[in-house]
């Protein structure tokens, strides 16, 4: 059954302007790009969507990197 499971779940709360968003996409294109991982990124707002996949479409364009990512919102 251990091998059945092997999911990290990990949570990330700090205050604002601390790089919460930078430290989890350089984080997701490392595991991406260096371990053929999926990453799933929850946000509780359309306007943070955006601007994550905004940021996220930055990082990945100027590193020249293959990395296909989905943004998607409801409302």
């Known amino acids: 059954m251990k091998d059945y499971i092997k999911t990290i779940v990990f949570l990330l709360i700090a205050p604002t302007g601390v790089g919460k968003s930078t430290f989890i996409i350089v984080s997701s294109i ?39 990512f989905i943004a998607y919102y409801w409302w």
């Open 30 to 68: 490392y595991f991406s790009s260096e371990y053929n991982k999926k990453i799933l990124i929850i946000l509780p707002t359309r306007l943070l969507v955006k601007q994550f996949s905004d940021l996220f479409d930055k990082f990945i364009s100027s590193l020249n990197l293959n990395i296909k």
